[in-house]
T-cell receptor, first 114, second 113 residues
Framework: NAGVTQTPKFQVLKTGQSMTLQCAQD?????MSWYRQDPGMGLRLIHY???????DQGEVPNGYNVSRSTTEDFPLRLLSAAPSQTSVYFC?????????????FGQGTRLTVV | GDSVTQMEGPVTLSEEAFLTINCTYT??????LFWYVQYPGEGLQLLLK?????DKGSNKGFEATYRKETTSFHLEKGSVQVSDSAVYFC????????????FGQGTILTVHP
């Protein structure tokens, strides 16, 4: 059972370049989310999805796009990379059953924008 | 909006010492509360959780009790090991925001032999 898989693990971009961070889960979870982790700030929510075809903004959505065409995949697109987007990005999937909930995280993508 | 505040770190302890990491929260309604752990170079793993007031979550010797009257969810362990060295995050999910977690800043724990 692979869980949540993120690719790539590391990436260096030049300012202005675009790229897509991939996230896939094989647990048939309805909810998926993207977070960025910055020193001293914990994890902040970028975008999330409550099911295929449904996405919404989180706390820090500017400069990022998402789509959810299937239950399994939730890619994060950086439209025009900026140094402020240098961070570690985590994808998570989660379920809620009868009030019980748990989120599962990928291994992260470390992105540097120069 | 929702927020989570953790004690300032980093925390450095000797093996077998007692650990407390403070966590307080602000939320509307009845949130679920979580502690996640991140080992070096890895993603976050759920350590324990509590879904209603007075619940105690426990796992691997760690415990935390959901205190609604003090809006707190402090993490404790009676005797830490070197292998507990990691970053610990307190988080909440409010009653309606499925799939969305609000995290504290994280606390770096280092345990020396």
């Amino acid at each position: 059972n692979a869980g949540v898989t993120q690719t790539p693990k590391f990436q260096v971009l030049k300012t202005g370049q675009s790229m897509t961070l991939q996230c896939a889960q094989d647990m048939n979870h309805e909810y998926m989310s993207w977070y960025r982790q910055d020193p001293g700030m914990g994890l902040r929510l970028i975008h999330y999805s409550v099911g295929a075809g449904i996405t919404d903004q989180g706390e820090v959505p500017n400069g990022y796009n998402v789509s959810r065409s299937t239950t399994e995949d939730f890619p994060l697109r950086l439209l025009s990379a900026a140094p402020s987007q240098t961070s570690v990005y985590f994808c998570a999937s989660s379920y809620t059953r009868q009030g019980n909930t748990e989120a599962f995280f990928g291994q992260g993508t470390r992105l540097t924008v120069v | 909006g929702d927020s989570v505040t953790q004690m300032e770190g980093p925390v450095t302890l000797s093996e077998e010492a007692f650990l407390t990491i403070n966590c307080t929260y602000t939320a509307t309604g009845y949130p679920s509360l979580f502690w996640y752990v991140q080992y070096p170079g890895e993603g976050l793993q759920l350590l324990l959780k509590a879904t209603k007031a007075d619940d105690k979550g426990s796992n691997k010797g760690f415990e935390a009790t959901y205190r609604k009257e003090t809006t707190s969810f402090h993490l404790e362990k009676g005797s830490v090991q070197v292998s507990d060295s990691a970053v610990y995050f307190c988080a909440l999910r409010d009653g309606t925001s499925y799939g969305k977690l609000t995290f504290g800043q994280g606390t770096i724990l280092t345990v020396h032999p």
